[in-house]
Every structure is written in structure tokens, then in C-alpha cells.
T-cell receptor, first 112, second 109 residues
Framework: NAGVTQTPKFQVLKTGQSMTLQCAQD?????MYWYRQDPGMGLRLIYY???????DKGEVPNGYNVSRLNKREFSLRLESAAPSQTSVYFC???????????FGQGTRLTVV | GQQLNQSPQSMFIQEGEDVSMNCTSS?????WLWYKQDPGEGPVLLIA?????ELTSNGRLTAQFGTTRKDSFLNISASIPSDVGIYFC?????????FGKGTRLHILP
């Protein structure tokens, strides 16, 4: 029973490099989310997807793109990484009609 | 920017003490949520609140949905060492879940 799986768990990038953070859920949930967590800032919503084929901006979308590849997978892409994007990134999913969102274990990204 | 203001930012308490924290919003939410995050883990849902004025308990935890729908409170009674962590309030609206900045709870030996 995997729940929400994020890969990779750790990543170091150089400024300007690109990468994609992967997220997959096996709970048949409709909604998926990407958050970033910085010290003292809590969790800030980057993008979310209410269903397959739809994506919407959250509170801090600049510098990121997302793809809802299918119902299971929701990826987050950094096209040109910046040091300000150093953070812990969490993916979450939620079944429509339920309030509980289930989180992955996070991806710790450092941009140097 | 974030719409939820959570206080206090951190708390240092003795084991056995009760804890109170609160969350206020500039806008109305239809559902209030309280999450806990342990080190190195993602947040886990503790309590969900659906109606203004609602008071809900989960073991030693009690949460209330404010009557204005713009605030919520979480109380922890008789704290124990495993209560250490970060507590987040969150509001759900239009499929978006918005989090507060969190209250970090420390328990002194």
C-alpha cells in the first residue's frame, strides 16, 4: 500500500539546470497538489490538479510547470533552477468529496 | 500570499501541560483542517471541521470551527513527548488546500 510516492528523495542542482520531480499515487484520487516547504513559511501551494487533464496555479507558481500525465501521476518541472527554489517539495492527493489529503515523504532540493 | 495566520509560531511546554493554538483567516473557508508533521515526514491529518461552531475531538485533541468561519482552534490536553512536531491549520476551498505557517511544539523534559 504505497500511497503517495515521490522521486527523487534528494537532489542537488546547479543554477540554470532543469529537472522534473515525480509524484504518483495509487489511491485512485482525483485531486493532486504540489507544495513547497521553507523554514517559517509553512506549506505553500505551487500548483494543483482537480482532475486528469486540468491544472491550476496555487500561491507560488512562478518558475514551475506541472503535468497531470494521467490520474496517477502529477509531475513538477523546474525549467531553470534558481537558489530561491531550494526547498522541500511535497506532493499530495485527495479523493473528491473527502477532506483528507495524503502526502508523500517529500523531495529535498538544493540549488547551488 | 498566504491567507492563514497561525499562532503562536512556537511553544515550549512541560510534559503534561495543555496546549492551545489558533488560526485566523482573512476569508471564509468551508472546511478547516488540522495537520501534524513529524520530522522528515509529510503532514498527516488530525482533525477536519465542516460546520461553523463545530467542536470535534480526536483523543486528547480538540478542535473548533469558529462561528465566523474565519478561524479555528486546536487544543491538546496532557501533552506527551510524541506530541512534538509542527501543527498546521489548513483551509479547504474550491479544491485548494491552503496552509498556515505552522506552530512548532517543543516539550521540555
Amino acid at each position: 500500500n504505497a500511497g503517495v510516492t515521490q522521486t527523487p528523495k534528494f537532489q542537488v542542482l546547479k543554477t540554470g539546470q532543469s529537472m522534473t520531480l515525480q509524484c504518483a499515487q495509487d489511491m485512485n484520487h482525483n485531486s493532486m497538489y504540489w507544495y513547497r516547504q521553507d523554514p517559517g513559511m509553512g506549506l505553500r501551494l505551487i500548483y494543483y490538479s482537480a482532475s486528469e487533464g486540468t491544472t491550476d496555479k496555487g500561491e507560488v507558481p512562478n518558475g514551475y510547470n506541472v503535468s497531470r500525465l494521467n490520474k496517477r501521476e502529477f509531475s513538477l518541472r523546474l525549467e531553470s533552477a534558481a537558489p530561491s527554489q531550494t526547498s522541500v517539495y511535497f506532493c499530495a492527493s485527495r479523493k473528491r468529496g473527502n477532506t483528507e489529503a495524503f502526502f508523500g515523504q517529500g523531495t529535498r532540493l538544493t540549488v547551488v | 500570499g498566504q491567507q492563514l495566520n497561525q499562532s503562536p509560531q512556537s511553544m515550549f511546554i512541560q510534559e503534561g501541560e495543555d496546549v492551545s493554538m489558533n488560526c485566523t483567516s482573512s476569508s471564509i473557508f468551508n472546511t478547516w483542517l488540522w495537520y501534524k508533521q513529524d520530522p522528515g515526514e509529510g503532514p498527516v491529518l488530525l482533525i477536519a471541521l465542516y460546520k461553523a461552531g463545530e467542536l470535534t475531538s480526536n483523543g486528547r485533541l480538540t478542535a473548533q470551527f469558529g462561528t465566523t468561519r474565519k478561524d479555528s482552534f486546536l487544543n491538546i490536553s496532557a501533552s506527551i513527548p510524541s506530541d512534538v512536531g509542527i501543527y498546521f491549520c489548513a483551509g479547504l476551498r474550491d479544491d485548494k488546500i491552503i496552509f498556515g505557517k505552522g506552530t512548532r511544539l517543543h516539550i521540555l523534559p
